[in-house]
């Protein structure tokens, strides 16, 4: 690809999305069409990026937001719901915009997808999340358009708005932070940087229908991110385990008040399941250098420009 054809970027103003643009501007790209239908994110997005098309539209409807895949020479489909308490949104936001973005694809004759799919395809959980994004996943592997999907695990980074960086905020609030259990629940997390970077990789290089498994490169349990949240940011807050059916009930009692809470029931479930993804050399696939955790977690919460972004659920 030259840095002038046209990308488009459907779910554009999530964690991922406001990280993949910020390293496409970067490398040279100029023409870029990004689309999400969070109007506070959006905001956020055009704010940072002035130069760029913007466009605000729910893609499981169907209205003015199809013309902009005309002339594109790639998608790279990030839309996705992550939590919620029922499984509505994640029907709409996970299956009906992908049926509805490969559909134009194909009407305009759009030669190449990047898919972001996710780990949990390969989980143990059975959640709406992990139920949702294997569909999504089979409906690209099914389109017949020319394809590579990339799966990452957990991410964190500049613009975490659930994750590590709703975590981080807590624990600046709360007189001690709770961990369920003995917190020893190993995870693979993943800088979004680095996997920006793959994505940017598999654009260019353009792989023909093939599925990466892309983890990080550390195993850390969940106790040990949060001690190195704790760390780099400097705080003094207590870490103190306690019984994981307390924890749970917790978070049950949250999402009676919250229609959309940052940490549900079904998400705990998962972090405490017994999952170890494939780690794949990525770093040499695609020629990206990985940041170790510790380096990574430093510019997610120490960057001048970023780190105080803070986007909406």
């Given at each position: 690809?030259?840095?002038?054809?046209?990308?488009?970027?459907?779910?554009?103003?999530?964690?991922?999305?406001?990280?993949?643009?910020?390293?496409?501007?970067?490398?040279?790209?100029?023409?870029?069409?990004?689309?999400?239908?969070?109007?506070?994110?959006?905001?956020?997005?055009?704010?940072?990026?002035?130069?760029?098309?913007?466009?605000?539209?729910?893609?499981?409807?169907?209205n003015s937001w199809e013309i902009a895949f005309k002339d594109a020479k790639v998608v790279l489909m990030l839309q996705a719901q992550i939590g919620a308490t029922t499984i509505e949104?994640?029907?709409?936001?996970?299956?009906?915009?992908?049926?509805?973005?490969?559909?134009?694809?194909?009407?305009?004759?759009?030669?190449?997808?990047?898919?972001?799919?996710?780990?949990?395809?390969?989980?143990?959980?059975?959640?709406?999340?992990?139920?949702?994004?294997?569909?999504?996943?089979?409906?690209?592997?099914?389109?017949?358009?020319?394809?590579?999907?990339?799966?990452?695990?957990?991410?964190?980074?500049?613009?975490?708005?659930?994750?590590?960086?709703?975590?981080?905020?807590?624990?600046?609030?709360?007189?001690?932070?709770?961990?369920?259990?003995?917190?020893?629940?190993?995870?693979?997390?993943?800088?979004?940087?680095?996997?920006?970077?793959?994505?940017?990789?598999?654009?260019?290089?353009?792989?023909?229908?093939?599925?990466?498994?892309?983890?990080?490169?550390?195993?850390?349990?969940?106790?040990?991110?949060?001690?190195?949240?704790?760390?780099?940011?400097?705080?003094?807050?207590?870490?103190?385990?306690?019984?994981?059916?307390?924890?749970?009930?917790?978070?049950?009692?949250?999402?009676?008040?919250?229609?959309?809470?940052?940490?549900?029931?079904?998400?705990?479930?998962?972090?405490?399941a017994d999952d170890a993804f494939e780690l794949i050399p990525w770093w040499n696939i695609f020629d990206v250098e990985s940041t170790p955790f510790e380096d990574a977690m430093y510019?997610?919460?120490?960057?001048?420009?970023?780190?105080?972004?803070?986007?909406?659920?």
């Open positions: 690809m030259n840095f002038n054809e046209k990308i488009v970027i459907p779910g554009a103003a999530g964690l991922v999305g406001q990280n993949l643009i910020i390293e496409l501007e970067h490398q040279g790209y100029s023409n870029i069409v990004a689309i999400d239908k969070h109007t506070e994110n959006i905001k956020v997005l055009r704010e940072l990026h002035p130069n760029i098309d913007v466009i605000e539209a729910d893609l499981a409807d169907k949104p994640f029907n709409r936001n996970n299956i009906v915009s992908t049926q509805n973005i490969l559909e134009i694809m194909k009407e305009y004759q759009v030669p190449y997808l990047v898919h972001i799919s996710s780990s949990v395809v390969n989980s143990v959980a059975n959640d709406f999340y992990t139920i949702t994004k294997k569909e999504q996943e089979k409906l690209v592997v099914e389109s017949g358009i020319t394809y590579c999907v990339l799966r990452p695990t957990l991410m964190f980074g500049w613009f975490d708005r659930k994750h590590l960086g709703w975590l981080s905020r807590f624990m600046e609030k709360v007189p001690f932070f709770p961990i369920p259990g003995d917190g020893r629940y190993m995870r693979q997390p993943l800088y979004e940087r680095d996997f920006c970077r793959i994505i940017v990789s598999a654009m260019k290089i353009q792989p023909h229908n093939m599925i990466y498994n892309i983890t990080g490169r550390n195993k850390v349990d969940y106790i040990d991110i949060i001690r190195t949240i704790k760390k780099v940011k400097n705080l003094k807050t207590p870490i103190v385990k306690i019984p994981y059916s307390l924890f749970k009930g917790l978070m049950a009692s949250y999402a009676i008040f919250s229609d959309n809470p940052p940490f549900t029931t079904q998400q705990l479930e998962a972090l405490v510019e997610t919460f120490s960057d001048p420009q970023y780190s105080q972004i803070i986007l909406k659920f």
